[in-house]
């Protein structure tokens, strides 16, 4: 009989050798240890985060003059888009329906901070010639009203500077100081930033070529600098080289993000540099560091297409602001306009950026898409049911869509869009993860809906691979994510595009999927082509490649409509079936929404108002836009 020590010792060995021969046996098929956890050492960007890059306080010259916002502060500003109450300009409560995850409070840099001391008669104003004169003007304006008085303090507040240095210096300080007291890692991400207003090149009529500057650092850092302004200099590569000093000096992070290239004059694309120049490597590499993103849509319009550049688009149509700078349908139908226009518009240039690459070797175009308010009221609204307009004086009221914008008479007030916020695929809400996926493109502009958009291309992608849980494990693994590069094409391979759209848990339904494709053929030629590759409610294209629309429920008079069509959720693998490996291309998605109420709609409903003029749109189509990616052969 064995005794129970030999049994122990028995049972002991066997054990050993068993927990031995799985121990070997993994480290022989590591594959085994990697069954479970899955990934464990892999942390995918899986979270995606919403914000506004672009919102002005009553510290810009414009928002606190004709715009009329004269108290609302950055404070206000923070707080709204956290999802606190505050009280707009107007008296009304306003409270952000869903609170944004980031906010970059982004004043304009001339005369930074000169409107509130001008309107309690400052006596630091008085620290400079300029200012004394300002202020003595603004006195007497306000016991005369006389006109021409009023002229003269508008040219000195565009043209002029009014502040010294070291006053400029403690406004910035202060700015920055207010950025990090609102950042609350994970919660709310805050960064200090200013607008660089350019009104372009000499003798240009309104070449805007404004940029938004964004800082990734905290106010140690940023307050080691000043804010570079157009009465610094007009000359974008100026702008870019004071990035070059800040980040020798702190060993921090910056980046600019234009806008507005839609009302540029054909200037923010143009082929030729602020002096004339044709286009260098040298500014070529500049622009594509400093500059990853464009603001493709916001208040002032909307900047992915124009009908008359892609005549073949059905939806390119959308937010088009003709009227700027007073065009007519003369000027719109000229070739001077549309040799402008291919410069003005982001998907032109991304045509052109494919032209130039060629050409200089490098791209300068080579951005990814994003959305911002350009609000200045201090309220970061989008929303088409809570749209508090461009400026102050165009807050809700009853007369405010037949009413002018504030700084243009020819233009009513209808036209403004309620548009748009930046989406920003992350690790986590935090000034550092933001940033960085920022700078790799990893983001994506909506007109103003919470649409969650997913977009990888690669060579290996499977039909079924759409529909799998873990799409983002997939995407990564095989392949690279939107803003990414596709290069060396396999043999016999065209690209496979991995896409996931998924509507806004609180709005309306998905109409499609579209991707958009420009390339650069072998004879230098420039091309585009829009490919539906998901449809709802089961639609196919017809042999025409026609697609019958989605229908539309929106009731006007009462500013509503139902998810009766449309579908919640859109995927696809889809296939390039017009890929050729030795052309330069690059792709990019936009998802459609089925129709909705416009925020005229809105206002129409909310005040009672009658006998609307027809020209006013009282109904949209909202969309999402996503970084591209580009294929180099």
């Known amino acids: ?90 008296g009304m409560k306003a409270r952000i329906d869903r609170p944004l995850d980031f906010l970059v409070v982004a004043d304009h840099a001339y005369n930074l901070g000169v409107m509130p001391s001008l309107y309690s008669g400052s006596p630091i104003l008085k620290e400079t010639e300029e200012g004394k004169h300002l ?8 016991k005369s009203s006389d006109e021409s008085i009023h002229t003269v303090i508008t040219e000195t507040l565009f043209n002029k500077k009014i502040f010294s240095k070291n006053r400029i210096l403690s406004i910035w300080r202060d700015i920055a100081d207010k950025a990090d007291e609102y950042n ?33 650092d905290n106010k ?80 002032k319009g909307d900047g992915e297409a124009h009908p008359f550049l892609s005549p073949t688009d059905d939806f390119a149509d959308y937010e088009t602001w003709n009227s700027w700078a007073g065009r007519t349908i003369k000027d719109i139908k000229s070739n001077e306009w549309a040799q402008k226009k291919r410069s003005e518009y982001a998907r032109s240039a991304l045509k052109l950026g494919l032209g130039l690459q060629v050409k200089l070797g490098i791209n300068p175009f ?43 008479k020819d233009i009513p007030n209808w036209e403004t869009a309620a548009s748009g916020y930046m989406a920003v695929w992350a690790q986590e809400n935090t000034r550092e993860s933001l940033f960085a996926s920022m700078k790799r493109k990893e983001v994506y502009a909506t007109t103003g809906p919470r649409i969650k958009v997913r977009f990888f291309g690669g060579w290996d992608y499977q039909s079924l691979d759409a529909f ?69 409610n089961g639609r196919k294209e017809n042999w025409r490649g026609k697609v019958k629309p989605v229908g539309n ?38 998802v459609l929404e089925i129709p909705t109420p416009r925020w005229t709609a809105y206002d129409a409903k909310f005040f009672g108002l009658k006998d609307i003029p027809k020209e006013i749109p009282m109904i949209t189509q909202e969309r999402a836009y996503t970084s591209p990616i580009w294929y180099t052969p």
Do not use: C
Not at 135 to 142: A, G, I, S, V
Not at 379 to 400: D, I, M, Q
Not at 575 to 586: I, R
């Open 366 to 408: 080579k951005f990814g898409l994003i959305g911002s308010t350009d609000s200045h009221t201090s309220l970061a609204t989008a929303e088409e049911y809570n749209f508090w307009g461009k400026v102050s004086k165009s807050e809700p009221s009853p007369n405010r869509m037949l009413e002018p914008v504030a700084w243009n």
């Open 553 to 590: 429920t929106v009731d006007v008079a009462n500013a509503s409509y139902f998810n009766s069509i449309g579908d919640p959720e859109l995927a696809v693998v889809w296939v390039d079936p017009d890929f050729h490996k030795d052309e330069l291309a690059f792709y990019y998605v936009r």
């Open 184 to 216: 609350n890692p994970q919660k709310f991400t805050t960064f200090s930033g200013y607008e660089w207003t350019s009104w372009g090149t000499p003798g240009s009529a309104l070449g805007n070529l404004h940029r938004v500057v964004i800082f990734k």
């Open 220 to 299: 140690d850092r940023v307050s080691k600098i000043l804010p570079l302004s157009w009465l610094d200099s007009s000359n974008p590569e100026d702008l870019w080289r004071s990035f070059e000093i800040y980040e020798q000096k702190t060993g921090g992070d910056v980046l600019a993000i234009p806008h507005n290239g839609n009302v540029s004059n054909g200037e923010m694309f143009s082929p030729v540099d602020f002096d004339g120049n044709p286009l260098s490597p040298s500014y070529a590499r500049m622009r594509s560091r400093w500059e990853p993103l464009y603001e493709v849509t916001q208040i």
């Open 1 to 90: 009989m064995i005794n129970n020590k030999l049994w122990i010792r028995l049972a002991l060995a066997i054990t050993y050798a068993f927990f031995q021969s799985i121990f070997v046996s993994a480290e022989e098929s590591p594959a085994i240890l990697n069954l479970y956890p899955p990934d464990i050492e892999k942390i995918y960007p899986n979270n995606v985060y919403w914000g506004d890059t672009h919102l002005h306080t009553n510290l810009s010259v414009d928002a606190s003059s004709w715009g009329g916002n004269k108290a609302l502060t950055a404070d206000e500003a923070y707080r709204f888009a956290r999802g606190d109450m505050v009280r707009a300009t107007n």
């Open 468 to 536: 799998k849980p873990n799409l983002a494990k997939i995407g990564y693994s095989k392949g690279v994510p939107m803003g990414g590069d596709l290069t060396q094409a396999p043999k016999g391979k065209a690209p496979r595009f991995l896409i996931r759209a998924v509507k806004d848990p609180s709005g309306a339904n998905l109409d499609r999927v579209q991707m958009i494709k420009g390339w650069h053929d072998k004879r230098g030629e420039l091309h585009e082509k829009i490919y539906n590759v998901a449809l709802s």
């Open 135 to 142: 202020l003595e003007n603004f006195q007497k304006y306000q």
